[in-house]
C-alpha cells in the first residue's frame, strides 16, 4: 500500500462537474490500494476575486485580515469535495491549514512553512478516509491564518508529502506537464518525461507557472517524488526528480517569462560604501525579494542602481525607497513596470561557452533591447520591453532547438 498525496490546481476544481472528476479520480486512486491525502486550491479565479475586494476595501488592507479573507477560497473546495466524497460513499475528511496545523512564521502573504504536524491526518488515513487538506494557508504561533504565495498550494503539497513520507506527490494541472516552455504561448514547445529538481527549480523561479519555486525547493530538500500531471487526461506527465547519470544534460534545456516583474531606477546615488545597504536593507527587512541590481559604471562620484521587483511589492518598495532617498542623496526614482524577465535555462551550460551571447544575438536579431542582465551558472535572464515577451521566448525556443521532435 503506497501514501499518495494529490493536489488540484484551481483549473481542476474550477466548478461541480471538476470537483466530481476530482472526486472520481480519488476514489480510483484509493480502491486501487492507496491511502490518498488530497491537496486543493480555490476555484480559478477566486483567489484574484478576494484579492481584488481586498483592495476595494482599503489602500493598503491590513496583512492579517488579508490573509485570513484570501485564504478562504480553498475553505470552498476542500468542503465541496469532501461532502461529494462522502455523498459517493467514499469517507472524508477536510481540514483547514491550522487543522492540520500547517506552522508557518508570521510573514502574511508569504509565509514560510516551519512545521507540519501529522498526528490527525494519520489517525484519519488509519480510519481508511480521505484527508482532504485546503492549499496555500497556514497558521503562526499566534494563531493567525497565513497564507504561502500565489501558487503556494503546490508547496502545502509536497510540505504534506515530505511529512507524511508520502511514496509521491502528483501535481494535477491544465497542462500534462512541464514544457520546455509555456505551451499555451509557444506551440513548439515540448513535453520533458523527466527534469532534474534544480533545473526546476530554476525554471520555476524564473515564471514558469506549473510549480511554485518552494515546492520544488522542498521536494529536492526531502526528495519527494514530483509528477506533474493533468487533470483532464491520463497521458503524459512529467517527473521531477534528482539527476540521474543517463539524464540528457542538455545546454538549455527550457525557456521561461516572468510578466510579475517592475524596474525601479535609484538615480544619481553617491557612489559610496554603505549606500546599497541602506537601499536593500529596509526592503529585505519588509519581505522584498529583490531580484536582478545592476549599478552602472560611477560618473562624477555618482551612478544610477537599478532592480527588478515583484510587481505587487512596487507601492510597498517605492514607499520605502522614497522614505531612503534623501538620506542616500539620491536625485529621483524611477519606476518602469512595462518589463518582462526573459531565461533560459539548462545544466549543461556549466561546461558549454558561448550560451549567453546566442542569447542576445538572438534577441537582437529581432531588434528586442536588453534592459538588465543576469546570469548563473544554470541560467541566464534578460529584462525586456514586456511587448516583446511571447516574441522572445518563441524565438529563443527556436535558437536553441528545443521544438518538438517529429
Ligand atoms: P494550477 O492552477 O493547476 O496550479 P497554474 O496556472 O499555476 O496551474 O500552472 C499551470 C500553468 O503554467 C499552465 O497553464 C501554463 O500556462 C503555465 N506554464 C508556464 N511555463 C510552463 C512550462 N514550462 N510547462 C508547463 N506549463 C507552464
Ligand atoms: N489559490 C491560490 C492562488 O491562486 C493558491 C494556488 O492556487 O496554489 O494563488
Ligand atoms: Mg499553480
Redesign the pocket.
Known sequence: MSLVVQKY??TSVANIDKIASVARKVIRTREAGNDVVVVL??MAG???RLINMAQKAADEPDAREYDSL?ST??QVTVTLLAIMLNGMGCPAKSFLGFQVRVLTDQAFKKARILQVETTAIRDELKKGTVVVVA??QGVDRENNVT????????TSAVALAAALKADVCDIYSDVDGVYTTDPNICSRARRMDRITYDEMLEMARAGAKVL?PRAVELAKKYNVPVYVKSSFTDEGGTLVTKEERDMEKEVVSGVTYDRDQAKITVVHVPDRPGVAARLFTPLSEHNIVVDMIIQNASIDGHTDLTFTVSRKDISEATRIISEVLKDVDAEKMEVDDNVAKVSIIGVGMISHSGVAAKMFATLAKEGINIMMISTSEIKVSCVVEAKYTELAVTVLHDAFGLEKES
Open positions: 490546481g484551481g486550491s480555490a477566486e483567489t484574484d484570501i477560497g480553498e492549499g496555500f497564507t504561502l504565495g500565489r501558487g503556494g498550494s503546490d511554485q
